[in-house]
């Protein structure tokens, strides 16, 4: 008999669904307890983590740990460190080969300078063909790339799996996160 998924693994796939999917976050993420917030981090894909960081409010950036055992062994961790590991996370997942050749601040950043090179150094080779006649904003990222960073192939459709969306929504990102 397959075992029943847990209450708190359902309702962070539903999260998970909800920031890849809709344009409004949950406000209520935001107000997790640091277990589960951190928890979320490490299952959510790199759309909705991004989505995640982008809308956070300035005054939840650095929600410490609030128990008594974090005050009484001197651990706090702000949610910016706990969004870097999680980058780092998607870094070493999707591109095992470079993570030995990089050291970088800020692990977002290097996922999405990365990931828009992927897409860039796939749109160069669309473009070179003889029979492209359009618009580089208009390519189609590839259902692989598109999986790489959370769609579940529904999104393939829409302006989410276009060039033009990548270098808009994480050009910024690349550039100065």
């Known amino acids: 008999m397959a075992k029943s998924p847990s209450l708190i ?11 890849v999917r809709g344009d409004e976050l949950i406000p209520d993420i935001y107000g997790l307890p640091s277990d589960l917030f951190d928890a979320l981090l490490t299952k959510l894909p790199p759309l909705a983590l991004h989505k995640l960081q982008a809308e956070m409010p300035f005054k939840n950036w650095n929600v410490y740990d609030s128990n008594d055992d974090c005050l009484e062994h001197g651990r706090k961790r ?3 460190v706990n969004f870097d590991k999680a980058w780092k996370a998607l870094f070493k997942s999707r591109w095992p080969d470079l993570v030995a050749h990089v050291q970088p601040d800020d692990w977002r950043q290097i996922y999405w300078e990365t990931h828009l090179q992927n897409c860039f150094d796939e749109a160069a080779e669309l473009a070179m063909l003889p029979s492209f006649d359009g618009c580089l904003g208009e390519l189609k990222i590839s259902d692989d790339i598109m ?6 192939g529904s999104l393939t459709s829409s302006i989410l799996s276009k060039l033009s969306y990548h270098c808009q929504e994480f050009g910024h990102c690349a550039s100065n996160c």
């Open 9 to 19: 693994s359902l309702c962070m796939e539903a999260i998970k669904r909800q920031l």
């Open 78 to 80: 702000g949610r910016i």
């Open 147 to 152: 999986r790489y960073v959370g769609s579940d």
